[in-house]
């Protein structure tokens, strides 16, 4: 409910502008509501767009971003969005890390060829049969489950009884990953592809109790119904600028370089530059994080039951190397050509073995060694990122996401010395699967300075207010209500709700959050719109 009493300058205002803010504010405006969005950058997208990392280079990258899977059709179609989302023939590539010379090499159109490189690299054909059953099992609950949400949340016993497998659903949801791994898995290199899935930005174990891994994991088997990760054609900056068309042509406000000081109990936003007015809206709706959050309301003096319990530190566990290569780095596995094994997710020293002593080394306080990591080039899919010129020439760009670089190794220290460290530790994971080192084939720019650079945790949170660099903006929550929760206003429902009536959480922190989705943008405009309508 809204106060009409006050005088409101719009119906909503939004604070942040990544690309759950611009699909929230395509909704609400294009139902005749008076929206802006207020961005501290000069840009809007956040971390879902493109750049060009070098000068005088035409590659134009996601620094941050990658692929997509989690973004609904619904939004696509509800927003008139024109985005081609390319899908990648091969999965994966797995090098043995014990004997590079051999790999495991998924590859969606040809079963029999993905049987033959299991059985090369691990001696049994059947761990490729056990791989697919692992994978199809889990096809019900993203067809369950991802269709829920674009709606008002489901309860938790709903769920599991629609589903109809209780056996399956306390494997998944109930008791730590690493079980069920085991369990479907024999080998330690086809589990740590498994397990892969649950530790993207997040530091966990695969035996974690708080079970953060398994929200991770489902979050990367559900996109789509199908848990396939494409490739947004013309680079993720395509995605970020459909969303901002959107808005703009269904007459949202929205002004760069706003930077918000203050939020109060009552709506009113105030501006970090002195001379800009306040805005105040009916609704607030607040696509930054749940730690930015708490900041702007302590600093909008909102009384103290309007901030509930101050959220942890968030904390990121990645570094992200990009790279731009003036050719694909020759393998040590002869059996498969460069171009496949680098066309889907190149999969570096994730065994299960290794993961699990990596988030050991890295909570000693040390870096892992080797760092694992999954490598992703995009320009074999979308060669489009690329100008003519550097098509012509074989130029292909390479990111490295590597895992179980916690923030609290990087806090407070972006010094070229830590960046360089972190850099020569990832290429040394890299190239100890290669036949030659990647430096070797790194694309040197018209100013003589290679084409590569580290991405921190601390650099997220520097560049794009991502606190601790963590790219959920906190913990990922199950996509559902609890049976005993309440559900009493549109904002629970939804699950865009914070302690203010007024205040919703249209970002990466809401429930059903995380990824370039855009669905936290979805729920909160859909929450908003049944609100000031009462």
């Not at 010094?415 to 972190?422: D, M, Q, S, T, V």
């Not at 429902?493 to 059903?512: E, F, I, K, M, Q």
């Amino acid at each position: 409910m809204v106060n009409e009493a006050l005088e409101y300058t719009h119906d909503v205002v939004i604070v942040g502008g990544g690309h759950n803010a611009l699909v929230a504010a395509a909704y609400l405006a294009r139902a005749g509501k008076r929206t802006v969005v207020l961005e501290r950058l000069d840009h809007f997208g956040g971390a879902a767009v493109s750049e060009e990392p070098w000068p005088g280079v035409e590659a134009r990258l996601s620094r941050y971003s990658y692929l997509v899977s989690l973004l609904p059709q619904q939004i696509v179609a509800d927003l008139g969005l024109k985005l081609e989302l390319a899908r990648r023939r091969y999965s994966s590539y797995t090098p043995d890390p014990a004997d590079p010379s051999r790999g495991i090499l998924v590859d969606n159109g040809d079963a029999a060829a993905t049987t033959a490189s299991f059985a090369r690299v691990t001696g049994d054909a059947a761990e490729a049969e056990r791989f697919d059953a692992f994978y199809a099992r889990l096809v019900p609950v993203a067809e369950l489950l991802f269709p829920t949400v674009t709606d008002p949340l489901v309860r938790r016993s709903e769920l599991q009884r629609r589903l109809g497998d209780d056996t399956l659903w306390a494997e998944l949801f109930e008791r730590p990953l690493g079980g069920l791994i085991r369990d479907s898995l024999t080998t330690d290199i086809a589990r740590g592809i498994a397990l892969t899935d649950g530790l993207i930005g997040t530091f966990a174990t695969a035996d974690d109790p708080s079970l953060r891994q398994n929200k991770c994991f489902l979050y990367h088997v559900i996109g789509g119904g199908t848990g396939d990760w494409d490739v947004p054609v013309g680079g993720m900056g395509r995605v970020s600028g459909e969303l901002e068309r959107a808005a703009r042509e269904s007459g949202a406000e929205l002004r760069g370089g706003a930077e918000v000081r203050a939020i109060t109990a009552d709506g009113t936003v105030r501006l970090s530059d002195p001379a800009a007015d306040p805005v105040r809206g009916r609704l607030v709706l607040s696509g930054v994080g749940p730690a930015v959050l708490e900041r702007l309301l302590s600093e909008g003096n909102a009384p103290a039951a309007a901030v509930r319990e101050a959220p942890e530190r968030p904390e990121g566990a990645q570094v992200k190397i990009n790279m731009l290569l003036s050719r694909l780095p020759k393998l040590r596995d002869s059996e498969v050509d460069p171009r496949a094994a680098f066309a889907g997710t190149f999969h570096i020293n994730e065994t299960f073995t290794q993961l699990e002593e990596a988030h050991a080394a890295a909570t000693a306080g040390g870096l892992p060694a080797p760092i694992p990591a999954e490598i992703y080039c995009h320009s074999l899919t979308d060669p489009s990122i690329l100008s003519p010129e550097l098509q012509a020439a074989g130029v292909q760009t390479l990111t490295l996401f590597g895992l179980h670089v916690p923030d609290r190794l990087v806090t407070g220290d972006t010094n070229a010395e830590l960046r360089a460290e972190l850099l020569a530790a990832a290429q040394r994971s890299l190239d100890s699967v290669l036949a030659e080192p990647i430096a070797d084939c790194i694309f040197i720019a018209p100013d003589g300075s290679p084409c590569i650079e580290a991405r921190t945790t601390a650099d997220l949170e520097e560049s794009l207010g991502m606190i601790g660099g963590d790219i959920f903006h906190g913990a990922l929550s199950w996509p559902w209500a609890e049976d005993d929760e309440t559900l009493d206003t549109p904002a629970a429902r939804w699950g865009v709700d914070t302690a203010l009536p007024n205040l919703l959480v249209c970002g990466s922190g809401a429930r059903r959050g995380g990824a370039v989705s855009g669905i936290g943008g979805h729920n909160a405009a859909h929450a908003a719109l049944e609100l000031l309508a009462e």
